[in-house]
């Protein structure tokens, strides 16, 4: 697996510079927990349970502030990436708190270019990730390389409407979430077309989440 191919586009619904996300984040570190803590608790504990029915060595892309990660099991073994230096501090210091000694690695890293050999995950979890990075596909390309066979890429992830008044409105807002980290113009047809263009990648389950049904979990398996 390559970071390259056909499924790979341009950004689309507004332009995302990875420099940009990573101080929009840095910015939003110290209230991070505070705005969108209990807004995201449910997705989180629903991807947790998802990367647990595999269980192994999980990869937490984005892992930010490191809200998941005293929710996952003790035999579970943790490495956290994100862009933001800042988010990761946070990360240390709860990973130092709550003395998790499963978690192996907190450290600063690009989705788009992830530092880790082939195979070496036996689940990719990535929260609220895919819409945030300048380009998507090549993310998704890029968990599915480090992901082993078998294992699963587990995403929470907004998938913006196809048609009607909400349509109107994340195309309305697209430049003002552009400049706060991430996009609102996302449709699942992106995913598709990803998968479509990927070998051995296969979605397993895709179900609406809270707040409002405008986020999903999505499950893709890599098969052997």
Sequence with gaps: M????SAERPPAGGR???DGVASAYGRWAPVYDLVFGAVFDQGRRSAIR?????????LEVGVGTGLSLPLYAPTTRIVGIDISEPMLAKARGRVAA???????DIAVMDAERLGFPDA????????????????PERALSEFARVLRPGGEIVLTSRVSADSGIR???????????NRLGWR??????????????????DLVERRPLPPLGHFSLIRIAKTA
Excluded at 123 to 132: E, K, P
């Design 2 to 5: 390559t970071t390259s191919g």
């Design 50 to 58: 998802a990367a647990e029915r595999i269980g192994g060595r999980v």
């Design 184 to 201: 609102t113009d996302f449709p699942f047809a992106r995913y598709a077309a990803w998968l479509a263009a990927t070998p051995a990648m």
């Design 98 to 104: 709550h003395r998790l000694a499963n978690v192996e």
């Design 167 to 177: 349509r109107i409105v994340e195309g309305t807002l697209s430049p003002l979430v």
């Design 16 to 18: 995302l510079d990875t």
């Design 120 to 135: 070496a995950f036996d689940v990719v979890v990535a929260q609220y990730v895919v819409t945030a990075v300048p380009n």
